[in-house]
């Protein structure tokens, strides 16, 4: 699997941050950690700053406070936001801490007591009033003005555009509905309105993003909401049919093999929607998923599979495996094996790490 030229890797390009800065306007640093719903969470926090007319500095010398926004779902992570921490107070001394590490807020204290505040992920209020503790806003209405997309910190080409928050699936591996709590969708139009200003600004490629996509509007009752003159249901196939419009790429993450996933699929046959699916599979043998508590059986997925690609041959699926989960067998293991897995379930390559202390990411690159 080739890797992303480094300019297009949203952890390492050169965001785009206003440069318009003012004497006297107060500006804090940004460290963005973890996942890309992460990093839209840190999108709205510095959109939200730079309408109360502070400036973002790119560095640590140039900031008045700095706001680190953790990940807490691996091991790996957990030491690698308390080690962002250690270094922004280091190099800058005055640090504020959100994110999904800081729903653990003694864990974090307990390393580094001298932070600033500790928030919860997606508390946007309480990081805001976090840092107008640390450093007065000082707004001028008549200056401070934000480009139509609010602050982005992906490269100019593409977006990444979240459709809910949280989770209602209790996989046993899993513990983002603790820290994120339960699904919360946002309304079609809202996401459609979004999504049309990152394209009227240049965006040639949308990434959606969840939790779990395939669930998206079930909160709602896939209730609908006026746009472009007509009312576009809180349903994913509503929804990508809707963003099907705009002429730009269409990249589905994080889709569960649902049932109605299938009406997905013609919309990519018809060029309106990218032939690509993220779906994390997690294992393929039943006895692992059941442990798991996966709410997907892998003899029906691949059927799904195969009915897809009769529709779309093009379909590209990307999915994530997780090996030595507690119980598995070296059997079971050998179900994600090439040669042991059945007929057109593609190739699979290992990117390895810890997760969680007890087992090892496996992912693989579906063609």
């Known amino acids: ?18 440069r318009a800065d003012r004497g006297g306007q107060p500006r ?47 091991d790996s992570a957990k030491a690698e936001s308390l080690e962002a921490i250690g270094e922004a107070l280091a190099e800058n001394g005055r640090v504020i801490v959100t994110g999904c590490l800081g729903a653990e807020p003694g864990y974090i204290t307990g390393a580094h007591p001298s932070v600033l505040a500790v928030t919860g992920p997606h508390q946007y209020e309480q990081v805001l009033d976090a840092v107008h503790a640390a450093v007065p806003p000082a707004p001028d209405p008549f200056i401070d003005l934000l480009p139509p997309t609010g602050v982005k910190l992906t490269p100019r080409h ?45 965006v040639g490629e949308l990434l959606v993003i969840s939790q779990d996509t395939s669930a998206y509007g079930l909160d709602l009752r896939h209730a609908a909401s006026p746009w472009r003159g007509r009312n576009r249901r809180a349903h994913l196939t509503d929804l990508a049919r809707g963003l099907g419009e705009l002429g730009v790429w269409v ?83 050998e179900t994600l094996l090439p040669g042991k897995r059945p007929p057109g379930s593609g190739s699979g390559g290992c990117e390895g790490g810890p997760l969680a202390s007890f087992h090892a990411g496996f992912t693989a690159n579906f063609r």
């Open 251 to 333: 990249r589905l993450h994080y889709v569960y093999p649902y049932p109605h996933v299938r009406d997905l699929i013609p919309l990519m046959a018809e060029g309106r929607v990218l032939p690509y699916l993220d779906i994390p599979f997690q294992h393929a043998h039943p006895d692992v998923l059941k442990r798991m508590a996966r709410p997907a059986a892998a003899a029906r997925t691949l059927d799904e599979i195969a009915a897809w690609r009769a529709l779309c041959p093009e379909l590209a699926i990307r999915s994530t495996f997780i090996v030595g989960f507690p119980g598995e067998t070296e059997a079971e293991f």
């Open 1 to 18: 699997m080739s890797a992303n030229p480094p300019a297009t890797r949203p952890d390492i390009a050169r965001p785009r941050l206003p």
């Open 158 to 202: 593409y977006a990444y555009l979240k459709i809910s928050e949280g989770c209602n699936h209790k996989c046993r591996f899993c513990i983002i509905p603790d820290m994120r709590g339960l699904l919360v969708s946002r309304p079609a139009a809202a996401v459609l309105r979004e999504a049309e200003r990152l394209v009227e600004a240049g």
């Open 28 to 74: 804090i640093g940004m460290v963005s950690l973890g996942c890309p719903k992460a990093l839209v969470d840190s999108e709205r926090i510095l959109t939200r700053l730079r309408a109360e007319g502070y400036a973002i500095s790119p560095d640590y010398a140039g900031a008045d406070a700095v706001i680190v926004n953790t990940c807490g779902f691996l």
